[in-house]
């Protein structure tokens, strides 16, 4: 796909192959995660599909990342952010590691969130902000612990507790001072749909990295 080249996304950004080199906001210790969480919820948003729904975070003013399979076969998105919508091109994906990059049409007004350079350690509070089962319920906040670091499939995950429904596939979690340490990406039902209290997240650095992002 050839996206339309913005500020953030250099006209020589265009193969799938080329490292993005984007100025992400790095984290930071010190402020508390309730504090934040206005300004962390603006910076999540609602993928809207044919088919349903998913959750994403802007990681810059353009650019959106989520799951794989929310946006697997399709080209072109809609992105929902405080009742704002955006049109949004699937520019970038990694199905064996579940992750996509979404460029919006028009930069947007709010701030993209600040991704963490260290991962959690078991024990760790986890918040996790999204849309769970309805669009109606944007911008829902869970908490739990990092519970554990777990290998399926020869791929990586961290395990968490934290309420993890459908729907918020693609949404950020979060650390206590604010910062993505990881993506949602799935979780254990019971044979009703309930939670079992039993979620998985993508390592945001692992993410960026399969999609060939590289901090500036």
Sequence with gaps: LQPEVSSNVRSTDVSKDTPLKLKLRAGVNGTQFARQVKALQKGTVTVRIPQGHGSGF???KNLVLTNYHVVEG???VMIVNDGIEFNGRVFRVDNTR?????QLSDNSDFNPLAISSIEPETGEIVYVIG???????????SQGIMSSERIIEKQ????????????NSGGPAFD???NVIGIAVAANFSKDGGSLNIGYLI?????LKSLKIEKE
Aim: glycine letters at 8%; hydrophobic letters at 40%; charged letters at 20%.
């Design 203 to 207: 390592p945001i650095n692992e993410a």
């Design 176 to 178: 206590a001072h604010g």
């Design 98 to 102: 579940d992750v996509a990059l979404i």
């Design 156 to 167: 990586r995950y961290f395990q968490t507790d934290a309420a993890i429904n459908h729907g």
């Design 58 to 60: 802007l990681i810059t």
């Design 74 to 76: 399709q080209s072109r």
């Design 131 to 141: 849309t769970p089962l309805d669009e109606k319920l944007g911008h829902s906040v």
